[in-house]
């Protein structure tokens, strides 16, 4: 048998599938920042409550200033007064998984006498390209076949990739920290992440492609060798038609 869940979509995750299949043309950028920002505050631990006090709040918003200042603004006018506590804040939650670790959330495993493959698609997420210090967005696949008879919540899966999305991020590297992150602490036979996501440093500057997607994969175990296991995972994804 095999196990395909879908993670329930929120309205914001279904506008950013909108803006990722270009029906949308609307940035949405305070919302989903916002949206992260609450499910942060809602859903974690005293660890990591602890952990969001540790960021300093007082350098972000110096540093703010300045690039308002070099810029040519003026930080003291009425619309800015307030603007780098706010961004202070918001990176603080924006980089928030700088302070979490995935063996908080796939160190709890449950026994399953099942060996076959677990897929969540679909799982929004937000992240920040560390070269531009602008978003990407997009969806997250995550697949894995499990070893010994464990398996792990799904919702893990999905605070697995915020763990590694909310830091300053490429791409291609997230991906493989989140197979890593199931290799390490699942012990699975194998683990397949697919990631599609526009990046607003491609549509605001520099090359300009707006409706641009980047896919990129990351397979560990079983996925690296076995030609027709990866394409049925892909398949269960729906990868490439
Ligand atoms: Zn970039």
Redesign the pocket.
């Known amino acids: 048998m095999t196990r395909v869940a879908a993670i329930p979509a929120t309205d914001a995750s279904r506008r950013a599938g909108q803006r990722l299949g270009g029906s949308g043309r609307t940035l949405r950028l305070g919302a989903a920042g916002r949206r992260s920002g609450t499910s942060d505050l809602e859903c974690r631990s005293d660890g990591a409550t602890a952990a969001r006090r540790a960021v300093d709040l007082g350098r972000i918003e110096a540093a703010v200033r300045e690039i308002l200042i070099a810029i040519g603004e003026n930080p003291e006018r009425d619309g800015l007064m307030e603007t780098p506590r706010r961004v202070a804040r918001a990176y603080r939650d924006l980089f928030g998984g700088m302070r979490d670790d995935a063996a908080r959330h796939l160190s709890r495993t449950f026994e399953h006498q099942s060996d076959e493959l677990v897929v969540v698609r679909g799982i929004p997420f937000s992240s920040m390209?560390e070269?531009?210090m602008?978003p990407f967005m997009g969806q997250a696949h995550v697949a894995y076949l499990p070893g010994g008879g464990r398996v792990v919540g799904l919702s893990k899966l999905a605070r697995t990739v915020d763990v590694f999305a909310r830091r300053p991020q490429m791409q291609e590297r997230l991906s493989q920290q989140v197979a890593d992150a199931l290799e390490q602490h699942l012990s699975p036979r194998g683990a397949c992440v697919v990631m599609e996501a526009e990046?607003l440093?491609m549509r605001l500057r520099g090359a300009c492609k707006p409706e641009a997607v980047t896919t990129t994969m990351a397979v560990r175990g079983v996925y690296r060798e076995d030609i027709a296991a990866r394409a049925e995972v892909l398949r269960l994804m729906r990868i490439g038609g």
């Open positions: 390209c070269h531009h602008l990046h440093c």
